[in-house]
């Protein structure tokens, strides 16, 4: 932490709320991302009683370079998760809840169907509950994504990560023009569903490249976007290259929103953080 900007030290989480999000995350046997992929915004969504739930497990198919989360061969999924993602929305009332998964390259339609099932788990328990889910690539399937779409979320969230370029150190297994055909293809099959995605900085990209990739997610349609600082998350992962100001997240934001994106941006941002807040903006928009 010596060595980090001040701008990026936060609190350790601690207080009753907190041990109320634990307690139902332990009874529930939930994961959630902000725990598995070490999150620093952990303390202030777990203290406003709220977390990012990751469902399919918590051992991924993939081994990006950037991830804290467990990398190697997951245990099938489990038909009781959606029930339980949805009992955990019921009792900690949530507003919004943000979904999300490891990758899973082991199932023939990478968990679209879990997905799915956890959405329509949700909407019968708490119905006025908005649901995003952060998706994987699915290995570019067509049908995987018409299933997700078809359960109606009310965003559809698919992170680049970073500028193409970086793509072979950063996340290997990925292809970037795959993911934007994702996020296109979102739009196109279901247009009344928001569409988003997110990106880190810090990992050797230029400016020049960020705005070329926030020009090729608004060219597939994409309604908003979130950038946050990369933070080395665990021993034996990349390292920062460049700890980026703040004011240069504002110069970030302000370009993404000339190009007509709701955008998110600053060292701390991640792509659930504040995503109801977003979702209000994107409303407010639209009417």
Not at 27 to 48: H, I, M, Q
Not at 59 to 81: K, M, N
Not at 142 to 155: C, F, K, N
């Amino acid at each position: 932490m010596s060595r980090l900007p001040r701008w990026l030290k936060v609190p350790i989480p601690r207080g009753s709320r907190v041990r109320k999000v634990r307690d139902v995350l332990s009874e529930l046997r939930l994961c959630t991302v902000c725990d598995e992929a070490r999150c620093p915004n952990r303390g202030e969504c777990y203290g406003s009683g709220t977390a990012t739930f990751m469902i399919l497990g918590d051992v991924c198919t993939r081994a990006c370079r950037f991830c804290a989360v467990a990398r190697g061969t997951p245990e099938a999924p489990d038909a009781t998760e959606p029930g339980r993602v949805a009992e955990a929305v019921r009792r900690l009332g949530l507003r919004h809840v943000v979904v999300t998964s490891v990758t899973r390259d082991d199932l023939p339609d990478g968990g679209a169907s879990l997905f799915a099932a956890v959405v329509r788990a949700v909407r019968a328990a708490a119905p006025d509950c908005t649901i995003e889910i952060l998706v994987p690539d699915f290995a570019g399937s067509s049908s995987a994504l018409e299933t997700v779409l078809d359960a109606r979320p009310d965003v559809l969230n698919h992170n680049v990560e970073t500028v193409p370029r970086l793509y072979g150190r950063v996340r290997p297994q990925a292809d970037y023009v795959r993911s934007l055909d994702l996020l296109a293809a979102a739009k196109r099959l279901a247009p009344e569903t928001f569409t988003k995605s997110g990106f880190m900085v810090g990992l050797g990209e230029t400016w020049a490249e960020v705005f070329a990739l926030l020009r090729d997610l608004r060219e597939a349609g994409v309604d908003a976007v979130t950038a946050g600082q990369y933070l080395r998350p665990a021993p034996g992962r990349l390292d920062v290259v460049r700890f980026r100001h703040p004011e240069e997240f504002e110069h970030l934001r302000r370009a993404a929103e000339s190009l007509g994106l709701t955008a998110a941006c600053g060292p701390l941002v991640r792509s659930s953080h504040g995503a109801g807040a977003m979702l209000e903006r994107l409303r407010s928009r639209r009417r």
